[in-house]
T-cell receptor
């Protein structure tokens, strides 16, 4: 069955430090891949998406993600974290063939220390 | 341009009742998708409507239904409420089908079933 794994439930980083959030998926073909952010009391906001092409994707708020087919991963990165980045981050995949499935990971909650 | 709006924002119901949630998409968007978010199950796709037709459906019982009107506004109905239906219900709109487009999420309706 198709699945999305975000192995880190909580991550704490200091402001100004770099960040990497992990996302792995299981699916035979390359799915469409997304990263969303959810701030407290807010809906989700799309950070970036990957459909095809260049495997390094730039998003909003200084985030980027790299698709690695060999590792079935789509990790989110930011070189320098700001206190306002504290939120919950969700990776999501969409099947590109067969029955439509839009699957979210369980989320990673980011805490930023001043 | 106004964002996605959901009404009501909060709702308290008792077991066995039914509830209708409303979602107004961004002007010009033809797709509306619904998601359920709970601490235990995370974010789960309910269904997607495009041009008044249900295009995709997640793994939820028939108690969960929806519809879309000609102005793209959508409603979601849950009949015979169960305690486990307590959740944040998010709707998202997109220009085209959700799996291929950027989705814009509303703030959600928080439903509590007593």
């Amino acid at each position: 069955a198709q699945s999305v794994t975000q192995p880190d439930i909580h991550i704490t980083v200091s402001e100004g430090a770099s960040l990497e959030l992990r996302c792995n998926y299981s699916y035979g073909a390359t799915p469409y891949l997304f990263w969303y952010v959810q701030s407290p009391g807010q809906g989700l906001q799309l950070l970036l998406k990957y459909f095809s092409g260049d495997t390094l994707v730039q998003g909003i708020k200084g985030f980027e993600a790299e698709f690695k087919r060999s590792q079935s991963s789509f990790n989110l990165r930011k070189p320098s974290v700001h206190w306002s980045d504290a939120a919950e981050y969700f990776c999501a995949v969409v099947r590109t063939s067969g029955t439509y499935k839009y699957i979210f990971g369980t989320g990673t909650r980011l805490k930023v220390l001043a | 341009k106004a964002g996605v709006t959901q009404t009501p924002r909060y709702l308290i119901k008792t077991r066995g009742q039914q509830v209708t949630l409303s979602c107004s998409p961004i002007s010009g968007h033809r797709s509306v998708s619904w998601y359920q978010q709970t601490p235990g199950q995370g974010l789960q796709f309910l269904f997607e409507y495009f041009s008044e037709t249900q295009r995709n459906k997640g793994n939820f019982p028939g108690r969960f239904s929806g519809r879309q009107f000609s102005n793209s506004r959508s409603e979601m109905n849950v009949s015979t409420l169960e305690l486990g239906d307590s959740a944040l219900y998010l709707c998202a709109s997109s220009l085209g089908l959700a799996g291929q487009e950027t989705q814009y999420f509303g703030p959600g309706t928080r439903l509590l079933v007593l």
